[in-house]
T-cell receptor
Framework: KAGVTQTPRYLIKTRGQQVTLSCSPI?????VSWYQQTPGQGLQFLFE???????NKGNFPGRFSGRQFSNSRSEMNVSTLELGDSALYLC??????????????FGPGTRLTVL | GNSVTQMEGPVTLSEEAFLTINCTYT??????LFWYVQYPGEGLQLLLK?????DKGSNKGFEATYRKETTSFHLEKGSVQVSDSAVYFC?????????????FGTGTKLQVIP
């Protein structure tokens, strides 16, 4: 079974631009979660989508948004980029069950650098 | 809310040394517990998990036992290798605010020297 894929793997943008990152979950997984990872803040939860609906949201400004398509693929968008948005963005997929045993599987991440 | 506390790193060990990375948690109900590993430049990989009290998760020589009485899930390995150098994250999945949510610790960097 193919794992979680994220595209692109690396991205360089300038302040004020916007960016869209893509995530394809493991086949059959209906939940996709997004995380931001930085050396200073660690792993921070952005949002979770299940069946095209945002099910949970972290504490990030409205510049960060996402969506999920009917095939469970997900995109996240960051508008008006700031230097502090430079990070590794990780996507994780799971079956999406309302159960604590539901395991998340992570993609390799997209490394975003804002200049 | 739920929380996970891991020992601060970095942890530096010689090859073949014994490894313990402490992890304690706070949660309501019956969470599942996980250890993830992140190698340089990569995403997180599931290392092991335990879904109920007294369960032992194990993989690649690593072990962790779900201790409800001490709310702990310490990661251990009897003999580390240079290839084990990575960042290790403890995590729990449980109910928080009506949702199933995964909460991660801050990560512990392990460096193994030959």
């Amino acid at each position: 079974k193919a794992g979680v894929t994220q595209t692109p793997r690396y991205l360089i943008k300038t302040r004020g631009q916007q960016v869209t990152l893509s995530c394809s979950p493991i086949s059959g997984h209906r939940s996709v979660s997004w995380y931001q990872q930085t050396p200073g803040q660690g792993l921070q939860f952005l949002f979770e989508y299940f069946s095209e609906t945002q099910r949970n949201k972290g504490n990030f400004p409205g510049r960060f948004s996402g969506r999920q398509f009917s095939n469970s693929r997900s995109e996240m968008n960051v508008s008006t980029l700031e230097l502090g948005d430079s990070a590794l963005y990780l996507c994780a997929s799971s079956l999406g069950q309302y159960s604590s045993t539901d395991t998340q599987y992570f993609g390799p991440g997209t490394r975003l650098t804002v200049l | 809310g739920n929380s996970v506390t891991q020992m601060e790193g970095p942890v530096t060990l010689s090859e073949e040394a014994f490894l313990t990375i402490n992890c304690t948690y706070t949660a309501t109900g019956y969470p599942s517990l996980f250890w993830y590993v992140q190698y340089p430049g990569e995403g997180l990989q599931l290392l092991l998990k335990a879904t109920k009290a007294d369960d032992k998760g194990s993989n690649k020589g690593f072990e962790a036992t779900y201790r409800k009485e001490t709310t702990s899930f310490h990661l251990e390995k009897g003999s580390v290798q240079v290839s084990d150098s990575a960042v290790y994250f403890c995590a729990l999945s449980g109910s928080s605010g009506g949702y199933q949510k995964v909460t991660f610790g801050t990560g512990t960097k392990l460096q193994v020297i030959p």
